[in-house]
């Protein structure tokens, strides 16, 4: 078929000698069988022209070179794809070559590479004894055409000509080596032989082995992965029971199952099978399993000592599960930082205690925990703590009821720490001197943040500080404010004697503070407390000059001197002494004005008169004509300079100042009333018992009393009784002013009538 190089050159000159071409119809093309064919076909093509002369035949393929055939048929066999083009031929004369005729409508032919069988097993090419196996026989072309289709098992034809081979039940004598191919039915196309496929048929039905993760006991609130396990493991489809085998909870192309653990009715017993095919075919069903399903445990988040924290402590979280039983633990921590709006998981920090040694402004923020188990189930998320971290601690002390006591009082100094109230532990300190606060050895008192004194004494005058601790690796508060107590004693064993004798004092006045007892009047120190300055020390007059800046006044035995006082020297004094005893203080009020009132230093004693003069700065007149107003109401008007109360009682206490009305106001000053203490009931039964007769007495009067009405009259009934016990050698005086018990009101007022 192929053409050779010289009769085509041959041809070619011929051409050119040829001058002319008659008349001559051109030839009709055909082609045999069809004009599309497969690799490996036999084609024929045919060339047809007027018979009355004879001919030779010139083809040529996509016009490339002309092909000489005697005849006018043309075969080509075993047609290869490049055969495919466009055919066209034309006929010359035998005896003149010269005669050519037209070329032919062209012919196209076309040629592809012949389609191959596919065998494809469903459901498997492993089946098990029983299943149904369906062998399909693919071919990608097809088109319309009627096909029959051959079936060969180990090279033996079987007798059977459809696409779809389908074995029923297959038996092991069904397994072997499959292949396929097809023919068409009344013409020539075939299609390749399939390769060879090999079916294997397995003798046991097989039996899943299921497993649960995690192993063991779940939680509600998490999930459980079920897992078939099987050999073989493609095409099938997995069944999922619980409670029984009749209770199918899921089906799943996977052979795994997560099961959501919502509540304690999502565990028992579960089982599975595989199946496919279709009439279904299944596998064993597996074991029973059991999923073993408890509540999820709670979960706390406990925080030491508090989440009110400051720069610097330690802090432990702790997470507790709670009826965790004797499961293994571990943790993990998420906080939600506040300042930085963000979220993060400290890790899985493993420990149940979580423990941050310097905590930070940075530390605060949202805390919560949870326990995971071993095999990833996870307790409830606790709780949000919220740890808020603050600056340097600060301690505050503050007194209740009051700082200025008598002897006997009760006061209790109330230590708190701003901002914060749990598991602090607090110590209290005195001043030692006016440098040094010592921690006070019955501290213990102050347990819980209260320290009472039950019943203060003239030595309790002082200034008192004090500091929270908290924590294993301790953190104190700063040291608290100050707080000034000052104890008034009845008859304390020195007195401080000031010079002028009064409370107020002008400007540039010189001042004389002396400390006195009866005995032995060395050692003693003027000692003062003021609001700036806190506690300091009159200056013994050898260290004056040079080294204190808070020099104040000059300290000579037991005198202190100061030459000139300033508004700044307003505060309040006392004596001491080293062996840690007091004198009663004294305030004293230091006025930039002209006007300044003249009231005593120390208590005034219920009964005794009190005089107050308004004093001017300049001698003349050096006591003034004023107004006296007492806590902020006017008492007397336009006095000769002096207010005389005679008969002092409780109610005369109170904030006293004059007034001029050019000179102006003198400041405020406070007079304290000392009460005379008597226990009357006390007083009666000493009474009673030392006289005897007196008990008649007094049924006597009480009687005469009931006759002649009430009359209220005070009457000074004086009773001297010495006793053996205890202090009771008072005049007990004024009876008038007894209110308790009524009895006695009317035994006075009865005997003034006698
Ligand atoms: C789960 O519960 C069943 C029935 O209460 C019990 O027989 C089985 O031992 C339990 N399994 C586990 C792992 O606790
Ligand atoms: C079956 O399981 C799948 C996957 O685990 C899940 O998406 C589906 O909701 C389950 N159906 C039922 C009825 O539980
Ligand atoms: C401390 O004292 C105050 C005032 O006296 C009182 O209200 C408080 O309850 C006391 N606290 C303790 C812990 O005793
Ligand atoms: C006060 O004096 C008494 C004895 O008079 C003594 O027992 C006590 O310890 C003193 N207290 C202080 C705080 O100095
Ligand atoms: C006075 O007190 C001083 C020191 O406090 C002491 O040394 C001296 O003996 C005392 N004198 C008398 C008489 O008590
Ligand atoms: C000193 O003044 C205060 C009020 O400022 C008062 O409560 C106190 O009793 C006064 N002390 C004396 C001894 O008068
Ligand atoms: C100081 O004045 C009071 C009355 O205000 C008086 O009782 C006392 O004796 C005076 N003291 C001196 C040392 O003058």
């Not at 990608?140 to 009627?146: A, K, L």
């Not at 607090?426 to 019955?442: A, I, V």
């Not at 508060?477 to 100050?482: A, G």
């Not at 300055?533 to 040079?546: I, K």
């Amino acid at each position: 078929m192929e053409l050779s190089p010289l009769p085509l050159v041959l041809l070619l000159i011929s051409n050119i000698h040829s001058g002319h071409t008659e008349e001559i119809p051109k030839p009709t093309q055909t082609v045999k069988p069809q004009s599309s064919v497969f690799t490996g076909d036999t084609i024929t093509l045919n060339c047809e022209v007027d018979q009355s002369t004879e001919w030779e035949f010139l083809w040529t393929k996509d016009s490339d070179f002309e092909l000489f055939e005697a005849s006018g048929t043309k075969t080509i066999s075993s047609v290869k794809v490049s055969d495919g083009g466009q055919y066209k031929c034309r006929a010359r004369r035998r005896e003149n070559i010269h005669v050519l005729t037209d070329y032919s409508e062209p012919l196209t032919v076309t040629v592809e590479e012949r389609p191959k069988a596919k065998v494809i097993v469903q459901p498997h090419e492993r089946v098990l004894v029983g299943e149904t196996v369906t062998l399909r026989c693919d071919i990608q072309e097809g088109g319309d055409t009627s096909w029959q289709y051959s079936w060969y098992k180990d090279d033996s034809v079987i007798e059977y000509k459809l696409q779809e081979y389908t074995i029923n039940s297959v038996t092991e004598s069904n397994a072997g080596k499959y292949r396929c191919n097809r023919k068409e039915i009344g013409g020539s196309r075939y299609s390749h032989s399939s390769d060879e496929v090999t079916l294997r048929v397995l003798g046991l039905k097989p039996k899943p082995e299921l497993k649960s993760n995690p192993e063991g006991a779940a939680l509600t609130g998490n999930t459980v992965t079920l897992t078939c396990h099987m050999d073989q493991s493609t095409g099938w489809q997995f069944y999922w029971y619980q409670h029984t085998q009749k209770h199918q909870k899921n089906t799943t192309d996977k052979n795994s199952y997560t099961v959501n653990i919502d509540s304690v009715s999502d565990g028992g017993q579960y089982w599975c099978r595989a199946g496919r095919g279709n009439p279904v075919y299944y596998t064993h069903y597996s074991d029973a399993l059991w999923v073993n399903v408890t509540d999820q445990p709670k979960t706390i988040l406990t925080v030491k000592p508090e989440n009110q924290l400051f720069s610097g402590e330690t802090v432990t979280l702790r997470c507790d599960i709670q009826g965790g039983g004797d499961t293994e633990w571990t943790y993990s921590w998420t906080v939600e930082n506040t300042n930085y709006r963000n979220k993060y998981i400290v890790s899985e920090y493993k420990k149940q205690e979580y423990k941050i040694s310097s905590v930070e402004h940075t530390h605060s923020g949202k805390y919560t925990c949870r326990g995971k188990t071993r095999g990833g189930q996870n307790s409830e998320i606790s709780d949000a703590v919220t740890l808020t971290v603050s600056n340097k601690a600060q301690a505050v002390l503050s007194v209740s009821p009051q700082k200025w006591l008598t002897e006997g009082d009760s006061v209790t100094l109330i230590c708190e720490v701003y901002g914060s109230s749990t598991g602090w532990t607090f110590s209290w300190y005195r001043d030692d001197n006016e440098f040094n606060y010592k921690h006070l050895s019955d501290s213990s008192r102050g347990a819980g943040g209260n320290y009472t004194v039950s019943s203060a004494a003239v030595n309790h005058t002082g200034v008192y500080a004090c500091r929270g601790e908290r924590g294993e690796q301790v953190y104190y508060t700063e040291d608290s404010n100050t707080q000034p107590l000052w104890v008034t004693g009845v008859s304390p064993s020195v007195s401080l004697i000031i010079s002028p004798n009064r409370t107020q004092h002008f400007t540039s006045d010189s001042l004389t503070l002396s400390c006195e007892d009866q005995s032995n009047s060395t050692g003693w120190t003027v000692r003062r407390y003021t609001d700036i300055e806190n506690m300091e020390d009159c200056s013994l007059l050898s260290l004056s000059s040079s080294s204190s800046s808070s020099y104040w006044g000059s300290q000579t035995g037991s005198t202190c001197r100061i030459s000139s006082v300033y508004t700044s020297h307003t505060g309040v004094y006392w004596c001491y002494s080293e062996s840690g005893d007091n004198s009663n203080a004294v305030n004293i009020t230091v006025h930039n004005g002209d006007v300044i009132l003249e009231s005593p230093v120390h208590p005034v004693t219920e009964g005794d008169s009190l005089t107050l003069r308004c004093l001017y700065r300049y001698k003349n007149p050096s006591v003034l004509t004023a107004d006296f107003y007492k806590d902020g109401s006017l008492l007397q008007k336009q006095t000769t300079g002096e207010m005389i109360i005679p008969t002092v009682s409780k109610s005369h206490e109170g904030f006293y100042y004059c007034k001029h009305t050019e000179r102006g106001e003198s400041p405020k000053s406070w007079i304290s009333v000392r009460e005379v203490q008597i226990s009357v009931l006390n007083m009666l039964s000493s009474l009673l018992a030392a006289c005897p007769y007196l008990l008649l007495t007094v049924i006597m009067v009480f009687k005469c009393c009931r006759v002649r009405g009430k009359t209220s009259v005070s009457f000074p009934l004086c009773i001297f009784f010495p006793t053996n016990t205890n202090t009771q050698h008072y005049i007990v005086g004024r009876l008038g002013l007894v209110v308790w018990p009524p009895s006695l009101v009317e035994l006075g007022t009865c005997m003034s009538g006698t």
